[in-house]
């Protein structure tokens, strides 16, 4: 199954840039993807070494079919869902716990 599509729906979330924020708060790297299309996730965000896709959503914002079809048969590591700062440092958290764990 091809994971590309079309584009000309793709849409920043009210939240966007403050995710990106505090992920850079938090030493990640961050590209945005969110004009990839397709059900692409919005980032992709780098942390020790480790890179992980991240959908953002407001608080009451559900995923797209396209979102979820992408996520489904994505082979990398499980798309990440983030709506507020408290997700972003649980998140990094995440990450940070599996490095000290190797």
């Known amino acids: ?38 059900g692409c996730p919005d980032i992709l965000v780098g942390c020790g070494g480790i890179s992980e896709l991240v959908e953002i959503k407001t608080q009451d ?12 048969h994505w082979r990398g590591n499980p798309v990440r869902i983030v709506r507020n700062d408290a997700d972003v440092e649980s998140h990094v958290k995440k990450i940070r716990g599996r490095l000290a764990r190797v």
């Open 1 to 38: 199954m091809s994971l590309r599509g079309d584009n000309r729906f793709s849409r920043k979330d009210a939240n966007h840039e403050e995710i990106v924020v505090a992920y850079e708060a938090l030493y990640c790297s961050v590209v945005d993807l969110h004009t990839v299309g397709g």
């Open 61 to 72: 914002g559900d995923l797209e079919p396209n979102q979820v079809t992408f996520a489904k």
